[in-house]
């Protein structure tokens, strides 16, 4: 049982540069989240998607996109990167009827711009 | 945004002892979850509670649906050195499509 795969785990990026964090999910979730962990901050959601077809904006979306490609697979694009996104990024998915399981979160990705 | 204010932010034990942390809101949650991160991983589903005045136990956990819902507890008794970790609580409150908004954390490390 893969659950949430997150790719890269590790990455560093050269300010202006641009990347994709990817995450897949093998439970047949419908929602799934992108979020990012700073020391203090705890979880901020940078954007989710409900279900396949749909985004929306989170909490922090600024400075990132997403694409929903298949129910499997959410996609994280930083277009510029700038060391403000220095960061612990991690994909989550769950169903919403199936909500008394909370979110399956992926192991992250660590992200340093310099 | 919805704040969640988690307490306290970090805590030093002794092995054997219990410990006690709570989450606070400034609005009304329908659910409330409790989170454990290890380093360099991803969090992981503790309990669940989906009931104010509910009281749920995991093992050596147990954790309550305040009942004003605004608030929540967790407790650990008799701390072992693998509960060092983050905690973290969640809560959920209808119309926000599943969306769950996080607490800030509390470390735990415990020392032998």
């Known amino acids: 049982n893969a659950g949430v795969t997150q790719t890269p785990k590790f990455q560093v990026l050269k300010t202006g540069q641009s990347m994709t964090l990817q995450c897949a999910q093998d439970?047949?979730?419908?929602?799934m989240y992108w979020y990012r962990q700073d020391p203090g901050m705890g979880l901020r959601l940078i954007y989710y998607?409900?279900?396949?077809?749909?985004?929306d904006k989170g909490e922090v979306p600024n400075g990132y996109n997403v694409s929903r490609l298949n129910k499997r697979e959410f996609s994280l694009r930083l277009e510029s990167a700038a060391p403000s996104q220095t960061s612990v990024y991690f994909c989550?998915?769950?169903?919403?009827?199936?909500?008394?399981?909370?979110?399956?979160f992926g192991s992250g990705t660590r992200l340093t711009v310099v | 945004g919805q704040q969640l204010n988690q307490s306290p932010q970090s805590m030093f034990i002794q092995e054997g002892e219990d410990v006690s942390m709570n989450c606070t809101s400034s609005?009304?949650?329908?659910?409330w979850l409790w989170y454990k991160q290890d380093p360099g991983e991803g969090p992981v589903l503790l309990i669940a509670?989906?009931?104010?005045?509910e009281l749920t136990s995991n093992g050596r956990l147990t954790a309550q649906f305040g009942i004003t819902r605004k608030d929540s507890f967790l407790n650990i008794s008799a701390s072992i050195p693998s509960d060092v970790g983050i905690y973290f609580c969640?809560?959920?409150?209808?119309?926000?499509?599943?969306?769950?908004?996080f607490g800030t954390g509390t470390r735990l490390q415990v020392t032998l």
């Open positions: 509670l989906y009931k104010a005045g």
């Open positions: 969640a809560g959920r409150s209808t119309g926000t499509a599943s969306k769950l908004t």
């Open positions: 609005s009304i949650f329908n659910t």
């Open positions: 998607s409900a279900s396949e077809g749909t985004t």
């Open positions: 989550a998915s769950t169903n919403p009827g199936g909500q008394r399981y909370g979110y399956t």
């Open positions: 439970m047949n979730h419908n929602s």
